[in-house]
């Protein structure tokens, strides 16, 4: 590695997902724990649309690891506590 370079990959407070059981690599609570989540949310405050995209192509990984889970609960855990905003047109 190059001196002063940082080392790709999550680090030990990012709250990132360990597959197969998508659990918090932080905390370990199911991901997305509520630090990954309040996170989730400030980061993509402006686009919402590109959050639920990012979540949802996670809800399709973990349906592929999680396969003995209810889709209802992956669901609700992957992508239903994501606040619905109103439209405006």
């Given amino acids: 590695m ?3 370079a940082k080392a790709s990959g999550p680090g030990p407070d990012d709250h ?3 597959t197969p059981d998508w659990n918090c690599g932080s905390c370990g609570e199911e991901w997305p724990c509520a630090t990954k989540r309040s996170r989730l949310l400030d980061e993509y405050q402006v686009d919402r649309a590109a959050l639920s995209v990012y979540l949802g192509s996670c809800l399709a990984a973990a349906t592929q690891d ?3 889970a209810p889709v209802v609960s992956l669901q ?3 992508i239903g506590w994501v606040p619905r905003g ?3 047109f």
């Fill in 2 to 4: 190059t001196p002063g």
């Fill in 16 to 18: 990132a997902p360990v």
């Fill in 66 to 68: 999680l396969h003995a």
């Fill in 76 to 78: 609700a855990r992957f």
């Fill in 86 to 88: 109103g439209r405006t």
